[in-house]
């Protein structure tokens, strides 16, 4: 059984920046690849960035590319995601979820693939 707990939300005026993490427990081998995900009020959960915990290998969404940074510390099986020159259309509940290996093959990124989510966290950023 995969556990996941987010943490480091919170708000924010434009232009600031945030850092999530997400610690993780259980299998291995069923979360190596780590994804972030948002949904905002009203809108489908979206894809933000994924990372490969193996061999590192990251895929951003086009909205934040340049501006989010995702890494992974797995002595202390952790993801994180760096979140610079924040947005208002940023704001959303931010969710940890783990697939196996071969969907961050994908180029496809999908919240359907991801087996095990967090509780999610709120980011909110004013203009």
């Known amino acids: 059984q995969l556990q996941l707990v987010e943490s480091g939300g919170g708000s924010v005026q434009a232009g600031g920046s945030l850092r999530l993490s997400c610690a993780a427990s259980?299998?291995?081998?069923?979360?190596?690849?780590m994804g972030w995900f948002r949904q905002a009020p009203g809108k489908e959960r979206e894809g933000v960035a994924r990372?490969?915990?193996?061999?590192?290998?990251?895929f951003y969404a086009d909205s934040v590319k340049g501006r989010f940074i995702i890494s992974r510390d797995n002595t202390k099986n952790t993801v994180f995601l760096q979140m610079n020159i924040l947005k208002p259309e940023d704001t959303a509940m931010y969710y940890c979820?783990?697939?196996?290996?071969?969907?961050?093959?994908?180029?496809?990124?999908?919240?359907?693939?991801?087996?095990?989510w967090g509780q999610g966290t709120q980011v909110t950023v004013s203009s």
């Open positions: 979820a783990a697939a196996g290996p071969f969907y961050c093959s994908l180029i496809d990124f999908l919240s359907d693939d991801y087996h095990a």
């Open positions: 259980g299998d291995s081998s069923r979360r190596r690849c």
């Open positions: 990372i490969h915990t193996d061999s590192g290998a990251t």
